[in-house]
């Protein structure tokens, strides 16, 4: 069961005399906030520096251009499987068969696009359909029956597993052709300079308009709220960061299509859980299911969402594994595939008790992982300890969680 947190009182300006709040109070409520147990992303930029700086003092190759510009494409396809996870671990559940799904959905992009002869797109809607139609038939199962979302997604694991290998056929492996925009899409699409750094001057600017906005409405309500010049300064940070990461990846091929659709999708999904009342459902139901019921919540609706969200990322995810190796087989989705997509999740700052995260977990958990795997590639060391090192890495982010919710509880009774 989720611990119940006592919410902070809200700081309230005296009526017609807005305190705005500069950088420093900004930085101020940042450190309350780490020492009250909300550790937010630094623990994963933090780990992230460190391995980055590792890898790079033991293979001066792993922050080139070039290795970053694989390292981001090779992120996507587990990425936005990631992504999905997310929304179940948020709600208090999880999902073990999102690797079977993905491989599933691979199967059947490869067999319609293929061997039947269909368009590429009516394949992709078609696998699309059945990872939300999965999701849906999980939720059935778990909102009328009650079996646990733990046993319900390893008998999909199993299940669908079979289904894909069924699909393929005796042959096993389908391959998608080279000269399909699928394949093009995510091997060989880089989005031209001179337009990624207006993407990145674009989102800037939403950073500073949102920020604007929610600052006007604080004032309005009578409530402390960010200074224009911190949000000015923000925004530019951030342009800064975007440019000089265009720069210095257009030295090679630049910034993938791919990624640029992975980007997207967590953005979009950064929007819907912390800017609607459908996210503040989530948010709700995983720190407290009957709380949630008792203001209203449909509960039973909030689940069916998350399973079928994250099944449908999956399908997504596996048809983008699919196009980026140019080919469907046996293996697709298997491996460590399902394991790392959690994995991400969790590293990346979602916890595991259901509450707290959000949809920037999957980037960070993703790039750490994938970080560990090209970093150990380039040294010329085998994938056992890959899983050791990424294991490690799995362990003390749950480690930090369960300290941080502990710490919450104290600083709550305090």
């Not at 139901?285 to 449908?312: D, H, L, P, Q, W």
Request: glycine share 12%; aromatic share 8%.
């Amino acid at each position: 069961m989720s611990d119940v947190t006592t919410a902070p009182p809200v700081e309230q300006a005296p009526p017609g005399e807005p305190q705005d709040r500069g950088v420093r109070a900004t930085l101020t409520g940042m450190a309350d906030r780490v020492r009250g147990g909300d550790l937010g992303v630094w623990p994963v930029v933090a780990g992230l520096v460190v391995i980055w700086t590792v890898m790079q003092a033991l293979n001066s190759v792993f922050l080139s251009s070039a290795n970053l510009v694989n390292l981001a494409m090779e992120c996507v396809p587990v990425g936005v499987i990631a992504l999905g996870v997310v929304f179940m671990l948020l709600v208090g559940q999880i999902d073990l068969s999102v690797g079977s799904v993905s491989g599933l959905s691979a199967a059947i992009t490869a067999v319609l696009f293929v061997d039947q002869g269909m368009p590429a797109v009516v394949a992709i809607v078609a696998a699309a359909a059945a990872g939300c139609l999965l999701g849906w038939f999980y939720a059935q199962v778990f909102n009328r029956l009650g079996v646990p979302s733990f046993v319900i997604t390893l008998a999909g694991l199993l299940g669908f597993l079979g289904l894909q290998l069924l699909i393929l056929g005796p042959k096993g492996s389908i391959n998608l052709p080279f000269d399909s925009w699928l394949v093009t899409f995510a091997q060989l699409d880089f989005v031209p300079p001179w337009l990624a750094y207006a993407l990145s001057a674009a989102g800037a600017a939403a950073l500073y308009w949102t920020g604007h906005a929610k600052a006007a409405a604080r004032r309005k309500a009578g409530l402390p709220a960010t200074t224009e010049q911190t949000l000015v300064l923000r925004s530019a940070v951030l342009l800064a960061g975007l440019a000089v990461a265009v720069w210095y990846l257009s030295r090679d091929r630049g910034v993938g299509w791919m990624f640029v659709l992975f980007l997207g999708l967590v953005l979009a999904t950064h929007y819907v859980l912390s800017r609607t009342k459908y996210g503040k459902s989530v948010y709700a139901v995983g720190g407290n299911v009957e709380a949630a019921r008792r203001a209203g919540i449909n509960v039973k609706a909030v689940y069916t969402s998350a399973f079928v969200v994250c099944t449908t990322l999956a399908a997504v995810g596996g048809i983008l594994a699919a196009a980026r190796l140019a080919a469907s087989n046996q293996s697709s989705g298997g491996g460590d595939v399902n394991l790392n997509a959690i994995a991400a999740a969790v590293i990346g700052g979602t916890s595991l008790f259901g509450g707290r995260g959000n949809a920037f977990a999957a980037l960070l958990g993703i790039v750490v992982i994938q970080s560990i795997s090209s970093g150990l590639t380039l040294l010329n060391l085998d994938s056992s300890y890959r899983f050791m090192v990424t294991g490690a890495v799995l362990l003390l982010a749950v480690a930090l969680d369960s300290v941080a919710r502990r710490s919450r509880r104290t600083h709550g009774r305090a």
